[in-house]
């Protein structure tokens, strides 16, 4: 079974632009929820997505937003990129929620200069 | 508000040493914690998982148990090898989302 998928690895951006993340679920699974990492604050929720809804969101700005596609395919965005953003994004795949193991990603690193 | 924490911080024994990891967390009102492993500039590799009406999960060299009552989990790994070297993090479920300790980066000394 393939793993959770992210694409792309890395990105370098600068202040102001706008990205846009991929993941990609484990078949069958239909709950992706994203995660930041960063050295100073850890790992935090941003937001869960199930069934192509956003069932949950963390305490994240507005810059930041998802959506999920009826595949599961999970995408998120940022726009008006702050130096603070720069962080390793993960997206973890579940069967139904946080009641099921999480499968993580690789990440994607965000450099934003 | 639910805090985890993880003690120690971080962790160097000889190979082949038997070693506990901690984490703590604030509000016993939890679904499940669960133990990652974290190599460097990579994602989240799940070890164990144990749901809140479970006291432990063993899989190979690894078993961690979990105390609700006490707020506790310790990850027990034996005969430690260099290739365990990572940072290990333990995440609560709370309702929707995991609520993550900080990590112990661990080292394996040949």
């Known amino acids: 079974k393939a793993g959770v998928t992210q694409t792309p690895r890395y990105l370098i951006k600068t202040r102001g632009q706008q990205v846009t993340l991929s993941c990609s679920p484990i078949?069958?699974?239909?709950?992706v929820s994203w995660y930041q990492q960063t050295p100073g604050q850890g790992l935090q929720f941003l937001f869960e997505?199930?069934?192509?809804?956003?069932?949950n969101k963390g305490n994240f700005p507005g810059r930041f937003s998802g959506r999920q596609f009826s595949n599961s395919r999970s995408e998120m965005n940022v726009s008006t990129l702050e130096l603070g953003d720069s962080a390793l994004y993960l997206c973890?795949?579940?069967?139904?929620?946080?009641?099921?193991?999480?499968?993580f990603g690789p990440g994607t690193r965000l450099t934003v200069l | 508000k639910q805090e985890v924490t993880q003690i120690p911080a971080a962790l160097s024994v000889p190979e082949g040493e038997n070693l506990v990891l901690n984490c703590s967390f604030t509000?016993?009102?939890?679904?499940?914690l669960q133990w990652f492993r974290q190599d460097p500039g990579k994602g989240l590799t799940s070890l164990l998982l144990?749901?809140?009406?479970?006291r432990e999960q063993t899989s190979g060299r690894l078993n961690a148990s979990l105390d609700k009552s006490s707020g506790r989990s310790t990850l027990y790994i034996a005969a430690s090898q260099p290739g365990d070297s990572a940072t290990y993090l333990c995440?609560?479920?709370?309702?929707?989302?995991?609520?993550f300790g900080s990590g112990t980066r661990l080292l394996v000394r040949p």
């Open positions: 509000d016993s009102a939890i679904y499940n």
């Open positions: 995440a609560v479920g709370d309702s929707y989302k995991l609520i």
């Open positions: 973890a795949s579940n069967l139904e929620g946080v009641t099921d193991t999480q499968y």
């Open positions: 997505y199930f069934s192509e809804t956003q069932r």
């Open positions: 144990i749901q809140s009406s479970q």
């Open positions: 078949s069958g699974h239909r709950s």
